[in-house]
């Protein structure tokens, strides 16, 4: 296969000022349309959508089946406010939900996005605890670094300095404790020990603050941006489900991005078998369809709030009937082209290409992850993980490098926001091997020309 060519990215000065702001005043090419995995600009480009945008479009883009399922849903009502009507999208969405979660997690409160998701969580924990005559009971414990989303509620549980710094006053910061990052130590124990310690600092944590003031511990089964599809070693995920058994704390799992069957598993605790007490779900759910998102659990915790007066908490488009239907057609699509199946297998062809990768470019010091959600932490010494010179701003590098060859890829500082470099591939579940293979010869060309630059180790 011919190495893809880097193209110049047009100039956007032919376009009319933008009065939109983002995260910087860039302008992008003018997209026209997306496919399967692809998208074109109105320029003619091509792009592969290497990271589903942000972990999103699980089941590929313009699916016919779920857009002609929108349509129905479009020409009966697109709102119903959930105080006034109940709806049937709602309703089934629920239902199908409730039969793909771990058994119990039966209760589902609908949401527009990953921060309302975790957001609720939260909150209905904490009214859980009040309800119980626990009132003592507020703090959430996170990892650091984490990300649990962007309003305040969400942000005060993300272990991020460069996305909380500016807005700490605003809000109640929670107490946090590392992220399993085993693969980092340097010390004489096995996996197995490291995720016990890692889980016995939550436990140490609990103690420090009070066990009676904790509510809640809060955690990515599988790391998102911030970790870079982070994957702690296999003991500490019962190790952790133990400790808040102990003290009566509820354990969240933010499955926002790893939920919705990326990682092979429809929950990505599913590789564990974990038992979380509430899950957050998004991106995935709705795949990019419509905003959707969910927040799930037990009846056991939901009777509480019911008896006490109603969750007090809620949204204007918590359960739209159009967002629903999307979901429902989504969790169709997925079964009908057993796109979960896929993500194991595709995932399983990826992450060797990468490792592949990783012989020729040692730089590549850990590739990691579960399906098709995988990440690759970059440092400038392999040897003693010396990280690279942050001024060389390699990831965005790579990124625009990639971007560049047609490419879109994912990437964040993995230590705390403004640190460490990664970069994270998270294609659409409906990827096939051909197309892994055009992925990966992008890559390939992306990490050799980053290499050139910034003079990092490449091997033969």
Known sequence: MPKPQARPVPAAEARPPSHLFYLS???????????????????????????????????????????????????????????????????????????????????IFFVSGGSEATESCIKLARQWAVATGQPKRW??????????????GSLAVTGDDA??????????????????????????????QRG?????????????????????????????????????PDSYYPRIREI??????????????SGAGRTGKFLGGDHWNCRPDIVALSKGLGSGYAPLGALAAPMRLVEPLLASGGFQHGHTYAGNPLACAAGLAVLSEMDRLDLIANAAAMGDVLIGELRGLAKRFPFMADVRGKGLLLGVEMVADP??????????????????????????????????????????VAPPMIITREQIGEMISIIGDSLEALAAELDLPVEG
Not at 139 to 152: C, D, N, Q, W
Not at 181 to 191: F, I
Request: with cysteine.
């Open 25 to 107: 005043s860039l302008r992008r090419p003018l997209v026209d349309r997306a496919e399967g995995i692809y998208f074109w600009t109105k320029d003619g480009r091509r792009f592969i959508d290497g990271s589903s945008g942000p972990m999103v479009a699980n089941i590929g883009h313009s699916n016919r089946n779920v857009l002609d399922a929108m349509k129905r849903q479009m020409d009966k009502t697109t709102f119903a406010y959930r105080l006034h009507f109940e709806n049937e999208p709602a309703e089934e969405l629920a239902r199908q939900l409730a039969r793909k979660l771990p058994e119990g997690m039966d209760r």
């Open 139 to 152: 703090k959430v414990i996170a990892r650091f670094p984490s990300y649990h989303g962007g309003t305040l």
């Open 163 to 192: 996305l909380a710094e500016t807005f700490t006053p605003l809000m109640q910061v929670m107490p946090t404790v590392p992220a399993p990052a085993a693969w980092r130590d340097r010390d004489n124990l096995s996996m197995e």
């Open 196 to 232: 016990i310690r890692y889980a016995d600092m939550l436990e140490e944590k609990i103690v420090a603050e009070g066990p009676e003031s904790v509510l809640a511990f809060i955690m990515e089964p599988i790391g998102g941006a911030a970790t870079a599809a982070l994957v702690a």
């Open 244 to 257: 808040c058994d102990r003290y009566g704390i509820l354990l969240i799992h933010d499955e926002v991005m």
């Open 383 to 424: 040897e003693t993980l010396k990280p690279i010179d942050q001024t060389r701003r390699a990831t965005q590098r790579l990124l625009d490098l990639a971007y560049a060859r047609g490419l879109i890829i994912y990437g964040r500082k993995v230590k705390g926001g403004v640190d460490g470099d990664n970069f994270m």
